[in-house]
Structure formats: structure tokens, C-alpha cells
């Protein structure tokens, strides 16, 4: 189940990638990243959607990517318009959810999966 919820939210992303190279121009400026930074952006969504179990830190995933922690964290707050950490508890809440729907196991189980003991 965790597979199909980042997997949903990478082609959300992706939509939204090709939305945004395709009519530039249309966008208004709220929404304006550069291509290096969509670039950034969807190679950053890429490795939280592909490790968010794993109880990945803001940390980790500059560091994975090649970034200063507080380049990754201005950047990740300037696109996505919030801070790293709650970007990462929404990810894991819904795949918590999405599972809670198909499979019986406690809510702590749920949340062990997910990694919220990072915290």
C-alpha cells in the first residue's frame, strides 16, 4: 500500500512537472521554478516517495542529493510551499491511511511503518 500511495503522488508530481515546462508562460507567477529547480524539486520527491519508511531526516536527503541542509531546506520550503518535516508527515499519513483502509493491524503497527518514531 505504500508503493501505490508515493507512487500516486510521483505521477501527481510528475503532472505537475509537465504542466508546468509545457505552459511556462501560462503559469502565474506564484508557481514560477526555474528548470533547475524542477529539476531539484522532482529528484528530491523521487527519493522521499522511494525512502519515507525509512526513516529519512531533512539531513539524509540533502546530503543524498549533494545539498547543504539549509539549501535543501530553502529550497524545498520556496517550491513546495512548506517545511520539509510536514511535507514528509503528510506523505506518511496517507499511506498509513490508505493501509488502515485494506489491512488489520494496530495503530501502532501503522505507525512504526510509516517511521513516525523518527520523531
Do not use: H, P, W
Amino acid at each position: 500500500m505504500f508503493r501505490i500511495i508515493y507512487k500516486k503522488m510521483s505521477l501527481l508530481f510528475e503532472l505537475l512537472l509537465y504542466l508546468s515546462t509545457k505552459y511556462r508562460e501560462q503559469i502565474s507567477s506564484k508557481f514560477s521554478m526555474s528548470n533547475k529547480e524542477i529539476e531539484q524539486m522532482s529528484k528530491i520527491i523521487d527519493f522521499i516517495s522511494r525512502n519515507f519508511t525509512q526513516g529519512i531526516l531533512l539531513k539524509d536527503v540533502a546530503k543524498s542529493l549533494g545539498y547543504s541542509e539549509g539549501y535543501f531546506s530553502r529550497l524545498f520550503k520556496k517550491n513546495m510551499g512548506m517545511i520539509y518535516y510536514k511535507y514528509l508527515n503528510i506523505i506518511r499519513l496517507s499511506a498509513a491511511y490508505s493501509d488502515m483502509k485494506y489491512i488489520n493491524k494496530s495503530l501502532v503497527e501503522f505507525t512504526l511503518d510509516c517511521r513516525f518514531k523518527d520523531y
